[in-house]
């Protein structure tokens, strides 16, 4: 018997297995997450689907389908598949799987050998598969969590192209949770598979073991209850549907405290979204939209930093962007309050929808033909910079609406010195009373 036989098949591995186990997929079509590599027409998938295999190295955090995958590429390019594990192995096993694999090439048959955790190996080790590989004895997959540009020699990085696996998305962990429910002949509402989803923080195998352990409490054919996968994880599910009222009482109370300048009410909410798993972009967006409705230019900073909180969100994930959305929600909460300017844009637009779309006045009409000039384009045009402090008496607005003021800005913040500016310009514009929309 031969060390490939002694790999049993995965169809007889039977239902003692693990469910993450269990529920490794057996086509390529099956595999959830890293469309970036796999998707139509991309380079992994095109090299499989042409048989074009040659030495990879699978690089991501823990759950997102290595082990999977390479046992798929074997699959799919009819290869023996030879897992070996970098914790348990030395140079002898080395040595003696790779005499089996040299005999299984001259047969004409071709070898995956899996790598498990390769930055395990030390150098000597990784210096062993070489010259195997060179030949073509065999197809070398590793999988590492760790960087392989400081975990796995040059020698053995030129000779295997490295692909980097991203962390699994809450969207594809609950299409795997919902494979794992038909497979344990339970049911689960979608909004409890998402905070499964949430929880296991793109390890696909997290999420199963919890779904399994949920399922052990659970009566068979029955459903899975909150409380049993509250149970299974040891933290408290809060109650949440990203689609539901729920999820729209929480960001009004959240909106609503930020523009009551109440900070810890602020940060109440914002920690109640998060804890239940919120998608920290849509609560980023939520922020500038607070900077932009109910601060605007009494601190024109205020959008700068939920600027700035977003980024930083989307740059550092979770939980390190979480601080970032805090402190733009401390920050929102504590700054001086207007909506002038967004009051404004509602009163123009109102205005543009209720009365004739007026012609541009000729003044403000470039002529860049001769024919324009002699039309009047232009005629009357004063240059901001020919005049004391870049203020004109010309006038922008159509005749109809000549004198109508639509900002009006508070005396809270920077607006202050903003409602003092606008004051002088008018003066010296020569604008009559205010008028307003």
């Known amino acids: 018997m031969s060390l490939f036989d002694l790999t049993p098949p995965e169809e007889a591995a039977g239902r003692g297995r693990p469910l993450a186990e269990r529920m490794r997929p057996e086509r390529l079509e099956d595999f959830v997450g890293q469309e970036h590599i796999l998707g139509p027409g991309k380079p992994l998938r095109a090299q499989i689907e042409r048989d074009e295999l040659s030495s990879l190295i699978l690089w991501g955090p823990p759950g997102v389908g290595k082990t999977t995958l390479a046992r798929l590429v074997a699959r799919q390019t009819r290869s023996d598949f030879v897992p070996f594990s970098a914790v ?18 001259r047969l004409g048959r071709r070898t995956v050998l899996f790598i498990d955790e390769i930055h395990r190996f030390n150098k ?61 002949n339970l049911r689960a509402g979608d909004g409890l598979l998402e905070q499964i989803a949430v929880y296991a923080n793109g390890d696909a195998r997290a999420a199963y073991n919890v779904l399994e352990l949920a399922a052990a ?14 149970d299974s994880i040891q933290r408290k599910l809060l109650l949440y549907d990203k689609s539901g009222e729920e999820h729209f009482n929480l960001i009004s109370a959240l909106h609503k405290s930020v523009r009551s300048s109440d900070v810890d009410a602020a940060l109440y909410w914002l920690a109640r979204m998060l804890e239940a798993g919120e998608d ?16 605007g230019l009494a601190d024109p900073r205020a959008l700068e930093q939920a600027i700035a909180a977003m980024q930083a969100v989307h740059f550092l994930g979770i ?6 959305l805090a402190q733009a929600a401390i920050y929102l909460s504590i700054a001086p309050k207007s909506d002038a300017a967004y009051q ?25 033909t001769r024919p324009m000039k002699q039309w009047g384009y232009g005629e009357g045009y004063q240059h901001a910079h020919q005049f004391e402090d870049a ?38 514009r020569g604008s009559g009373p205010a008028s307003s929309s």
Not at 154 to 176: F, Q
Not at 217 to 230: H, K, N, R
Not at 282 to 289: I, P, S
Not at 400 to 412: C, E, K, V, W
């Open 217 to 230: 409490a659970s009566p068979a054919g029955g459903e899975i209850s909150a409380q049993t996968v509250e």
């Open 319 to 324: 939980p390190e962007g979480d601080q970032a």
């Open 280 to 295: 920290r972009l849509y609560l980023a967006r939520r922020l500038v939209r607070m900077a932009v409705e109910d601060i």
């Open 88 to 105: 348990l192995s030395g140079i002898k096993e080395i040595k003696t799987v790779m005499v089996e694999a040299e005999r299984n090439r």
């Open 391 to 428: 203020v004109t008496g010309m006038q922008c607005l159509p005749d109809s609406l000549a004198g109508r003021q639509f900002y009006h800005p508070t005396t809270r913040g920077v607006e202050q010195r903003i409602s003092e500016r606008l004051e002088e310009i008018r003066k010296r």
């Open 344 to 368: 404004a844009l509602n009163q123009t637009l109102d205005v543009v929808r209720n009365s004739t779309a007026e012609p541009v006045p000729m003044q403000l009409r470039n002529a860049p």
């Open 124 to 184: 000597a080790q990784q210096d062993a598969f070489l010259p195997y590989v060179e030949r073509g004895d065999i197809v070398l997959i590793g999988a590492t969590t760790e960087n392989p540009s400081f975990e796995v020699i040059s020698a053995l990085l030129s000779r295997a192209k490295v692909h980097a696996l991203r962390p699994l998305t809450p969207a594809e962990i609950v299409t795997l949770l919902r494979r794992g429910l038909d497979d344990l």
